[in-house]
């Protein structure tokens, strides 16, 4: 049962948040926080294994607390919520570790159901955000040192899963593309994030990127 800490500056949509998961019977909210640094605090004091983070808050901005909450504990999700747009926030918002975006004007069910996927330690990219992460590394080119030597550990499969994961293909899609069974395509990806040092599919699409794995624009979807 994932535990909730619920970060948001504004009063009404904590509530409206912890109402919308308090329902569900297979998610508690272990506590709220008013401000980034609030939420930097009770993180490390509950341990949720989610946090509901808003970008824009007092005293710590969402980004900044992000970025410490998972420096603190590697083991915690964070799902920034927001009224903006997708805009550069997206970005840093993702860079600093961010498992998942969402505006908060999205359906109940979906908010309750992004929490689950975060929990199991997925990712929550939608094709938007994925468009938001390429355009960025389009204006700016790749890593000149080229790939970090954790690559080369990667076999010819993994590169193979490697490159449908980040053009934005699931496992089921991965699956057919590759003919290989779910729970395979499962270990590929496992494999891939441990040798690689990453958290989840969001690093891993700004990894492949940032190190040039990937072309902005050559072909590839996005995830949804």
């Known amino acids: 049962m994932p535990s909730v800490l619920i970060a948001d500056d504004q009063a009404l949509v904590r509530v409206g948040l912890r109402k919308i998961l308090e329902v569900e019977p297979d ?18 004091a ?14 710590v901005d969402g980004i900044a607390a992000t970025r410490r909450i998972v420096a603190d504990q590697p ?12 805009d550069s926030y997206v970005f840093d918002a993702l860079r600093a570790g961010a498992s998942g975006f969402m505006l908060k004007d999205a359906p109940p069910e979906e908010i309750a159901g992004a929490v689950r996927l975060v929990a199991r330690g997925e990712a929550l990219l ?23 030597a954790a690559v080369a550990e990667l076999t010819t499969r993994e590169r193979e899963v490697l490159d ?26 496992a494999r891939i994030l441990a040798k690689l040092g990453l958290r989840d599919r969001v690093q891993t699409v700004i990894y492949a990127y940032e190190h040039g794995l990937v072309v902005p624009g050559q072909g590839g979807g996005a995830p949804g």
């Open 46 to 59: 509950l341990r949720p294994d989610v946090v509901l983070m808003d970008i824009r808050m007092p005293v």
């Open 126 to 148: 939608a094709p938007a955000v994925t468009r938001a992460v390429i355009e960025e590394f389009a204006r700016h080119p790749p890593d000149p040192a080229g790939p970090p």
């Open 75 to 86: 083991g915690a999700r964070v799902l920034m919520l927001t009224t903006f747009g997708l």
């Open 27 to 44: 998610t508690t909210v272990v506590g709220e926080a008013s401000d980034g640094k609030a939420a930097i605090t009770q993180a490390r």
């Open 164 to 189: 449908l994961l980040v053009r934005g293909l699931s496992n089921p899609e991965i699956c057919q593309r590759l003919v290989i069974s779910e729970a395979t395509a499962k270990t590929h990806v």
